[in-house]
């Protein structure tokens, strides 16, 4: 009991001293302080102290002491655990899952690429439950490429323009789907830089999975599973986050069976929300063999307990997106410190396979810094497992990558990622998956 006692006294001193050693962030005054009707706290004097728990600690007090003992027992008790507080559980791997590559390598984009198109049908029926993937591969390429695997916002007739992409239906805040506008440019991307350093690309649009806004399991993948008794998932089931994870993990059944594409070097990337679920999907599916995550924000990469930005309140809140956790989750917002998990356990989930957190210094409302305090907390378990943490407790101003196994990256600006940090992930993707 002292030992354990001891320990958090050495965990609450070091998150102190990291509070007041990095210089405060200077937030507008135009910024808003009320949301849902629930105050936002930006002042780092009002942030206070708070105990994280040690990810090399086992539940029982016992210590984790060496790399089998973290893969055998812990890292699998803090899966569970996030299972079940934060995020939900999921179901298997469908029986009947198929795939259609409709679109088997059609010269794209100038002749730079190779275009493929895949439906990926999550059930025996093939007249729902599906996803497009939208694949890009250098033309050049002399064997299996590492793919940059884009969740997004964005349909994928939107992230290029490329008239050879199949169109389809985007959801509206209705809960009705609408023809996507191939015209309006959003979520568009500049393929051409990873294919010229030899790295493929690939589009899944999130509301093939599920419709992102309450009640959209009622349409999604949710509703496949959702027994007819019942109106809303148990408190520990899946909520939206892990649905659109569930779907990614669909994604890579099919990428596995592509010879193309090196499956074992898949980078998966998103933003805001999507960021979280990538977050949580390296976390829940080591076949993923790198994650980089923009702007997760609270619910992702930046820490619970530390009372900045958005808490848990605002994202639990009935008027808001509760409906992207388990409903567990909803029970620490009144008292973030009771949650038996906290970011730098899921950022330790992603140890030994790379990880890079982006995000940008005037993003208060996702707090960059919770970001990058998880990620110093996380540092042990990196370092257990023979990896490179961030191994420094200063916080990099804007510009200044850290590119270790664990990375961290803040643009100069706000919310999402930026075309200048496209270069950035592509140093990354090339430093783990080409070597040096």
């Not at 001293?17 to 936002?40: E, F, K, M």
């Not at 994604?251 to 010879?259: H, R």
């Not at 994202?315 to 009771?338: C, E, I, L, V």
């Amino acid at each position: 009991m002292k030992t354990n006692l001891l320990r958090a006294s050495v965990i609450l001193l070091t998150i102190t001293l990291w509070c007041s050693a990095v210089s405060a962030q200077d937030v507008p005054a135009s910024v808003n302080r009320v949301v849902a009707g629930i105050p936002v706290n930006y002042d780092e004097a009002l942030v206070g102290t708070y105990t994280l728990p040690d990810p090399l600690v086992m539940l029982s007090g016992k210590k984790v002491k060496n790399a089998k003992m973290w893969y055998a027992k812990r890292r699998p008790e803090i899966l569970d655990l996030f299972y079940q507080f934060q995020y939900g559980r999921v179901p298997e791997p469908p029986k009947d899952m198929s795939f259609n590559v409709f679109d088997k390598g059609t010269p794209a984009l100038d002749g730079k690429a190779i275009r493929k198109q895949v439906t990926v049908y999550f059930t025996k029926d093939t007249s729902d439950y599906k996803m497009d993937i939208l694949i890009y591969l250098p033309a050049d390429a002399k064997g299996p490429v590492p793919l940059f695997l884009n969740v997004s916002f964005s349909h994928n007739a939107t992230v290029s323009n490329d008239p050879g992409i199949k169109g389809g239906l985007i959801w509206g805040r209705d809960g009705k789907k609408v023809p996507v506008n191939r015209a309006a440019g959003f979520g568009r991307i500049d393929i051409n830089q990873f294919l010229s350093e030899g790295i493929g690309f690939a589009n899944i649009y999130y509301g093939d999975i599920e419709p992102d806004f309450a009640g959209g399991y009622k349409y999604g993948i949710r509703g496949y599973y959702q027994k007819p008794d019942t109106t809303y998932p148990a408190p520990d089931k899946w909520g939206a986050i892990s649905a659109w994870s569930w779907g990614l993990s669909r994604a890579m059944d099919y990428l596995e069976t592509d010879p193309q594409i090196d499956s074992k070097k898949v980078a998966l990337f998103g933003v805001s929300r999507l960021g979280k679920t990538v977050l949580w999907t390296g976390a829940r599916d080591t076949r993923f063999g790198m994650v980089i995550a923009s702007c997760g924000g609270e619910g992702g990469a930046a820490l619970s307990r530390r009372n900045y930005g958005e808490n848990i309140n605002h994202m639990t809140h009935p008027t808001r997106y509760f409906y992207q956790f388990a409903g567990n989750w909803r029970n620490y917002k009144d008292d973030f410190s009771k949650s038996p998990v906290d970011a730098h356990m899921l950022v330790a989930l992603m140890a030994p396979r790379p990880l890079l957190l982006q995000t940008g210094d005037t993003d208060y409302w996702s707090d960059p810094k919770g970001e990058f305090l998880a990620a110093v907390a996380s540092g042990p378990v990196w370092k257990l497992l023979g990896k490179k943490g961030l191994e420094t407790d200063v916080w990099p101003a804007a510009k200044q990558p850290i590119l270790n196994d664990l990375g961290y990256y803040m643009h100069a600006g706000g919310h999402g990622a930026m075309p200048g940090d496209y270069p950035i992930f592509i140093k990354f993707m090339k430093m783990h998956f080409f070597g040096k």
